[in-house]
């Protein structure tokens, strides 16, 4: 497989995954943007064909420090889609950061490339051209999201029954209750608590806006084929049932279990087996109580915006993710409040230019374009 994005939270668990399968999987690509020692440290160990450091400062230490093995070693964006391609490869995991994602993904795509999905900003930017690619060249898309994969488990068995409705739980994040006056002052330490999950930053602030349930609708609108509308988002603090599916006889299917993404990782790569894992096991006597609730949308107004920038298609999700990834490097820098996060998505989206049927040249201009008002917006309501 390549592991595109190996330092980051995601692919450092599923490289936890190979260490627990080493006859199973074996890792041909490794791809990290910046982690430059800890790339060396994996190569070292797993031995990889490439080796590719996103930003291009980090090349000469990467190479120098692998020049005694068999590993290749290259530097640039283009190199991680390039690698994406490799011939020895059946599977990529794509587990970069935001929109980053979405032209490696292509590539792999076009190249035949099995999809192991973690980056879920590749299907809100893109998820019409990602999709049909993926339908032309008979690739899967397999999910790594934890709600997409309980979602996806739950399908398997369905064949064509038709899916009436989808809940995609989340835990509500770290601010689960509270209203916008209680918002107002908030830093990036407190937003980065999650109550359940241990995740990377920018999901880490996604998750307290819900803005992370926004993308993940969308995300789910694209894997499954289902109808905005159909996909109901609902808070279960204890993030213990994954997602739900119902289907036309009222049946509900649900996948428990505790949270760990090691387990949305594996199945994404063993499917349809299923592999043993090393984790701790759920048992409900201990957990207890299981609760249910819906999202405050007037408080957390990430929500609705994904909704609307679903329903009016095009370009507007790409914008949307553009704003959003823009807003939450600002709140994270502390150049403006969390409430503003929303604010600001809003804004872009009123002002950016709107495409029906985008190609994947005009996403990447309209995701520049849209970091670029973004950052306006930006300097002129919060100047430092
Ligand atoms: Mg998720």
Same mark, same amino acid.
């Given at each position: ?46 031995? &990889? ?51 980053? !994602? ?23 930017? !893109? ?46 994040? &770290? ?28 999901? =880490? ?19 499954? !084929? ?43 790569? =063993?499917? &349809?087996?299923?592999? =043993? ?68 998505? =809003? ?8 495409? &029906? ?21 930006? !300097? ?5």
């Amino acid at each position: 497989m390549a592991l595109l994005g190996s330092t980051g939270s995601i692919g450092t668990q599923a490289l936890d995954v190979v260490r627990q399968h080493p006859d199973a999987f074996c890792i041909e690509v490794l791809t990290a943007q910046n982690q430059a020692d800890l790339l060396i440290r994996q190569a070292l160990e797993f031995k &990889p064909n490439i080796v590719v450091i996103g930003n291009e400062t980090h090349y000469e230490k990467v190479r120098d420090a692998l020049a005694h093995t068999d590993t290749k070693v290259f530097a640039g964006a283009g190199s991680i889609a390039d690698a994406a391609t490799c011939e020895s490869v059946d599977t990529v995991v794509t587990a970069l950061l935001g929109y980053a !994602g979405l032209n490696p993904t292509m590539k792999a795509i076009q190249a035949g490339k099995h999809i192991a999905l973690a980056n879920k900003e590749t299907l809100v930017a !893109g998820g019409a051209i990602v999709c049909r690619a993926a339908r032309e060249q008979q690739v899967a898309i397999t999910p790594i999201d934890s709600e997409h994969s309980a979602i996806f488990q739950c399908l398997a068995g369905e064949y064509m029954n038709p899916v009436e409705r989808i809940f995609l739980t989340g835990s509500g994040g &770290p601010f689960r209750g509270k209203k916008r006056e209680q918002l107002q002052d908030i830093k990036p330490e407190q937003a980065l608590k999650h109550p359940t999950w241990h995740m990377g930053r920018k999901i =880490s602030i996604d998750s307290a806006t819900l803005m992370n349930k926004g993308l993940e609708m969308i995300e789910a609108r694209w894997l499954f !084929g289902v109808k905005p509308q159909d996909i109901e988002v609902v808070i279960h603090p204890e993030s213990i049932v994954h997602s739900m599916v119902s289907f036309q006889d009222g049946s509900v299917k649900a996948q428990l279990g505790l949270p760990d993404m090691k387990l949305p990782i594996q199945y994404a790569l =063993s499917f &349809p087996q299923r592999l =043993s894992l090393d984790v701790p096991r759920l048992d409900l006597t201990q957990t207890g109580n299981l609760h249910f609730e819906k999202p405050d949308t007037e408080t957390f107004r990430c929500l609705p915006l994904a909704y609307q920038a679903i329903d009016k298609g095009g370009n507007m999700p790409c914008i949307m993710n553009a704003a959003n990834e823009i807003a939450v490097q600002a709140f994270l820098e502390e150049r403006i409040p969390f409430l503003a996060i929303a604010d600001l998505i =809003s804004r872009t989206m009123e002002r950016a230019s709107f495409l &029906p049927a985008p190609n994947i040249e005009e996403l990447n201009e309209s995701d520049a374009e849209s970091r670029r008002l973004c950052q306006e917006l930006i !300097g002129t309501a919060f100047p430092s």
